[in-house]
């Protein structure tokens, strides 16, 4: 229940503070490789029909951070959610 709280907390913040795409793919890069998402994310990399909006990727991010303890700031969050769209996702601008 408390990770659930802490992901809903976490996703609000995220989507009343950010109304559009301020991330930095090329920093989200390095911050995704430096964690090593892919170690959980290997079989099935990442599934835009989930995660259909760029908000609810970066909900879906900040639940990866919490519940791994990556330890990013909401900016880092921000930018590996960046690097996600770009690569996987493609959610319009």
Same mark, same amino acid.
């Given at each position: 229940m408390k990770k659930l709280a802490i992901f809903v907390s976490t996703s +609000?913040? +995220?989507?009343?503070?950010? *109304?559009?795409?301020? &991330? *930095? @793919?090329?920093? &989200?890069k390095s911050l995704h490789d430096e964690a090593?998402? +892919?170690?959980?994310? =290997?079989?099935? @990399?990442?599934? @835009?029909t989930k995660t259909d909006t760029y908000?609810? +990727?970066?909900? =879906?991010? *900040?639940?990866?951070?919490?519940?791994m303890n990556v330890g990013w700031f909401d900016d880092e969050v921000e930018d590996v959610a960046a690097y996600l769209n770009q690569k996987y996702y493609k959610h319009p601008n």
């Amino acid at each position: 229940m408390k990770k659930l709280a802490i992901f809903v907390s976490t996703s +609000l913040t +995220l989507l009343i503070s950010n *109304s559009s795409f301020a &991330g *930095s @793919p090329e920093a &989200g890069k390095s911050l995704h490789d430096e964690a090593n998402c +892919l170690r959980c994310h =290997a079989d099935k @990399p990442y599934n @835009p029909t989930k995660t259909d909006t760029y908000e609810k +990727l970066v909900a =879906a991010v *900040s639940f990866c951070n919490n519940n791994m303890n990556v330890g990013w700031f909401d900016d880092e969050v921000e930018d590996v959610a960046a690097y996600l769209n770009q690569k996987y996702y493609k959610h319009p601008n």
